[in-house]
T-cell receptor, first 116, second 113 residues
């Protein structure tokens, strides 16, 4: 089905472990984003990518790594998970126009991560 | 101070009521103003999109932007139980040379049948 899919939807891990959250979109959107959503903070941008092999930091990038070797995939890795990274993670994409940064964001259904 | 402030609620209203949701912001460079709706355990979906000041209407929903007061609103007329969700405001600008698309914390709305 067309859209943006995230996996896994639920993940429990332990402090210090590496975790990778996957994101795949079928629209060929140029822009892709990773947000985390926490009570009291709302959605905060972790990293974004304007195109394959182009990534940039958002508001809360520390402890996260991203890559974008293919337009359709944008994995997010927590290299050494901490309890403060317990959150709901949303991947999003946006159409590739000059106004892409202002346009509609299409979100996945989220990955709920718990770090024990 | 956060760039975007939004009352978290929760807000409970009876079916048929008019709902007013609001956000304030501090960055005068914001040019684009959005409202997203997020159902429980789902990703946000765009509801309304407005450029600069003014009103925009779409069915039962009206988005209002007052740039002079740095205040945006979403009005829902004849509210329905299916409107029960979290509503997030979002704002963006491109003048700073870097990507900036900021969300409010969201207001939880419950419409009672």
């Amino acid at each position: 089905d067309a859209g943006i899919t995230q996996s896994p939807r639920y993940k429990i891990t332990e402090t210090g472990r590496q975790v990778t959250l996957m994101c795949h979109q079928t629209w060929s959107h140029s822009y892709m984003f990773w947000y985390r959503q926490d009570l009291g903070h709302g959605l905060r941008l972790i990293y974004y990518s304007a195109a394959a092999d182009i990534t940039d930091k958002g508001e809360v990038p520390d402890g996260y790594v991203v890559s974008r070797s293919k337009t359709e995939n944008f994995p997010l890795t927590l290299e050494s998970a901490t309890r403060s990274q317990t959150s709901v993670y949303f991947c999003a994409s946006s159409e590739s126009t000059l106004l892409a940064v202002t346009g509609e964001l299409f979100f996945g259904e989220g990955s709920r991560l718990t770090v024990l | 101070q956060k760039e975007v402030e939004q009352d978290p609620g929760p807000l409970s209203v009876p079916e048929g009521a008019i709902v007013s949701l609001n956000c304030t912001y501090s960055n005068s460079a914001f040019q684009y103003f959005m409202w997203y709706r997020q159902y429980s355990r789902k990703g946000p979906e765009l509801l309304m999109y407005t450029y600069s000041s003014g009103n925009k209407e779409d069915g039962r929903f009206t988005a209002q932007v007052d740039k002079s007061s740095k205040y945006i609103s979403l009005f829902i007329r004849d509210s329905q139980p299916s409107d029960s969700a979290t509503y997030l405001c979002a704002m963006s600008e491109t003048t700073s040379g870097t990507y900036k698309y900021i969300f409010g914390t969201g207001t939880r709305l419950k419409v009672l049948a």
